[in-house]
């Protein structure tokens, strides 16, 4: 099986996870690392990562991912919310649906994300100007939980996502 590993990654978050999936699975059926416009055609497999874009992926990725044809695609992820698992499944289903009909989706994978100070300021600034603002308040909570993310737990399960997708018999 040869596989590919195309992510975008804005901040670095989605980017330690692409690292992370090349440093696991066996360099010799890696064919290429990189971003979406980059030349994977050789792959049988593709690891498409993305950083969540308003409830979807980026438009790169979203181009890159409708132009697939008969490969087997593992989707993982990265978003800024991650209070449920349901949330994580919904983006990557979002996600799921542009890839065309020929491909082999399988169960994909997902984690929080941080997000830049600029965010922070600005839920701070929103609870400045209104202290009850229960949604900003409950914003800046998230971003505080989310600064630690990706951790070595999230790494942890990434590892142990590949491994399953990956094994001969798993498919
Ligand atoms: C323009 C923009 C839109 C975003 N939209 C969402 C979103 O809809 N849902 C979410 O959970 N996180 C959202 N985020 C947060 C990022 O997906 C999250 O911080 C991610 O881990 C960034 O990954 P990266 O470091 O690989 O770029 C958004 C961030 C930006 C900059």
């Known amino acids: 099986m040869k596989y590919s590993i195309v992510y975008s990654s804005r901040t670095g978050n989605t980017a330690l996870l692409a690292r ?3 440093d696991v699975l066996p360099e010799e059926n890696i064919v290429s690392f990189g ?30 991912l409708r132009g697939l044809e008969h490969k087997t695609v593992a989707l993982f992820a990265t978003a800024g919310f991650g209070e449920d698992a349901a949330y994580f499944e919904r983006i990557l289903s979002n996600v799921a649906s542009l890839i065309p009909k020929s491909c082999k ?9 941080k997000m830049p100070e600029a965010v922070r300021s600005r839920y701070e600034a929103q609870l400045a100007a209104n202290p009850d603002d229960q949604k ?19 790494l942890k399960r990434l590892k142990a996502w590949a491994a399953e997708i990956t094994r001969p018999d798993g498919k």
């Open 136 to 154: 900003a308040a409950m914003f800046l909570k998230n971003f505080e939980k989310a600064l630690a993310h990706p951790n070595e737990d999230d």
């Open 105 to 113: 989706i399988l169960p994909g994978f997902a984690c929080q994300g």
């Open 35 to 64: 971003a979406p416009n980059e030349v994977h055609t050789e792959a049988d497999m593709i690891f498409a990562g993305f950083w969540t874009d308003r409830g979807s992926c980026c438009p790169e990725m979203q181009e890159f």
């Open 20 to 22: 992370t999936l090349r």
